[in-house]
T-cell receptor
Framework: AQSVTQLGSHVSVSEGALVLLRCNYSSSVPPYLFWYVQYPNQGLQLLLKYTSAATLVKGINDFEAEFKKSETSFHLTKPSAHMSDAAEYFCAVSGERMNTGFQKLVFGTGTRLLVSP | GAVVSQHPSRVICKSGTSVKIECRSLDFQATTMFWYRQFPKQSLMLMATSNEGSKATYEQGVEKDKFLINHASLTLSTLTVTSAHPEDSSFYIC????????????FGNGTRLTVT
């Protein structure tokens, strides 16, 4: 079964500082990897995705993530944090098929990003 | 981009009553929709996969008689929490996919259910 581990339930940065949110995955099949952002009482918004093309993936709002197979990692970074980046971030993996034939999306437990002025 | 509309955004009901949550794909046809439940400060847990015109497939541990799912059309899936109890209070989120296996799911804004 696939799984995702997000290290650190909370990450605090200052405005303008580098953002690094860690994600490690486990998968018996070639994975597809995603990062989502969730604002309070809202659904999830896709930031970026890795689908076996380029290992360095660029997403919206200057976020990017690098797929490292040797490290089974897909860490999310942003060069300069903004106050508006404060939210919950979820890493997710898919690739394994459910009985329905559809690929199941497995989420990590999330990391809350706090940005201070 | 693909938009998924979920209604209501929040609902408060009394214990023993039933609540229906709607999930609509506004600008695309979603043959498959997914229902998730999110407990406070936790991740999303898949409850069931909803396929248009057929019975939903429930994840292990999810009571199908408790959480009734209907996917009557390519743009609408509903989740009904029957005989709700306080422990059913949670954040419920639906999502839909355009169709390719690894296409990212598009999520509704969720429904905050509070059972008193």
């Amino acid at each position: 079964a696939q799984s995702v581990t997000q290290l650190g339930s909370h990450v605090s940065v200052s405005e303008g500082a580098l953002v690094l949110l860690r994600c490690n995955y486990s998968s018996s099949v070639p994975p597809y990897l995603f990062w989502y952002v969730q604002y309070p009482n809202q659904g999830l918004q896709l930031l970026l995705k890795y689908t076996s093309a380029a290992t360095l993936v660029k997403g919206i709002n200057d976020f990017e993530a690098e797929f490292k197979k040797s490290e089974t990692s897909f860490h999310l970074t942003k060069p300069s944090a903004h106050m508006s980046d404060a939210a919950e971030y979820f890493c997710a993996v898919s690739g394994e098929r459910m009985n329905t034939g559809f690929q199941k999306l497995v989420f990590g437990t999330g990391t809350r990003l706090l940005v201070s002025p | 981009g693909a938009v998924v509309s979920q209604h209501p955004s929040r609902v408060i009901c009394k214990s023993g009553t039933s609540v229906k949550i709607e999930c609509r794909s506004l600008d695309f046809q979603a043959t498959t929709m997914f229902w998730y439940r999110q407990f406070p400060k936790q991740s999303l847990m898949l409850m069931a996969t909803s396929n248009e015109g057929s019975k939903a497939t429930y994840e292990q541990g999810v009571e199908k008689d408790k959480f009734l799912i209907n996917h009557a059309s390519l743009t609408l899936s509903t989740l009904t929490v029957t005989s709700a109890h306080p422990e059913d209070s949670s954040f419920y989120i639906c999502s839909a996919s355009i169709g390719t296996d690894h296409s990212p799911l598009h999520f509704g804004n969720g429904t905050r259910l509070t059972v008193t």
